[in-house]
């Protein structure tokens, strides 16, 4: 398989009033469209290749060009079919392109058709952005997170995983094994799955969103670790919250006495993430 091939997670119809364009939303979270539909839009069809277009862009948007031949690529629809992408973020300037040229008498009479198909395309852009357009038609609107938690997600998570480095050192086990009555071993030794749901309820919990949990969930391998996808941000707030996890197990009588504890100290996570967006305000 073609190593540039990207796969589109998302696809729709976007509708520019009454104009009609294939639409994706990349696995990368990046958006546009099916090129030989965008190019449909401008007067090259399919039967046409892929020269003229971009050879019409070259000469009426030729920053546009520049940034196409960056972005574009062959990907994957959903339904298994291979095509060409042209990103968002382009077809604005070459509609308005268009139209200037238009205005002042340099738009060859072959492309004077075109003029109303940009109009109608710039009209559809004021009104809604392009983003939004294509997250309708595509329907991933229902899928990206609010736009608070995604610059959350930004700060907290790394866009790829880390190599592996030890963030739970003995002392955090030893505290939580003593809890039990256990003795621990070292790393050698698998911990009980007991202790796994409370680094998770009690260490991950109050620091990250559940989205982004699902978020780290998706992208992680089998073998990797949530902490693997931490950024520095976020590795620094899980570690803090180790050394917190770790000194309560530590001054705790038993199990539920610790669970108590953590109730109060963590308030569930709710406390907790309130107080990391107020530290994110605070530094944007």
Known sequence: MNANLHTASHYGIVRFDDLECEAVVL????RG???????RLLGFHESHKGGRFARFLAEIAPNSLSLLEKTSGPILLPSGRQTQFFPAGII???ASAVVNAAITGSLHRARQGIVGNCLTIMRSLATTGEVALIDEATGFQHHRAP???QELISKLLR???SSWERRFH???YRALYRLFGWKYQGHDQNPPHVVGQITQRWVYGPVLPSTLIDEIRARKGISQKHHQWLSDQGLARLETQIHAVTAIARSSTCYR???RRCEAAFAGGSLQLAL?????EEVA
């Open 159 to 161: 866009q790829s995983c």
């Open 147 to 149: 736009d608070a938690l």
């Open 92 to 94: 604005a300037d070459v």
């Open 33 to 39: 469209y099916v090129r030989k539909e965008l190019a």
């Open 27 to 30: 696995t990368t979270g990046e």
């Open 257 to 259: 006495d610790f669970d």
């Open 170 to 172: 003995p002392d955090y």
């Open 276 to 280: 990391l967006a107020e530290d994110f």
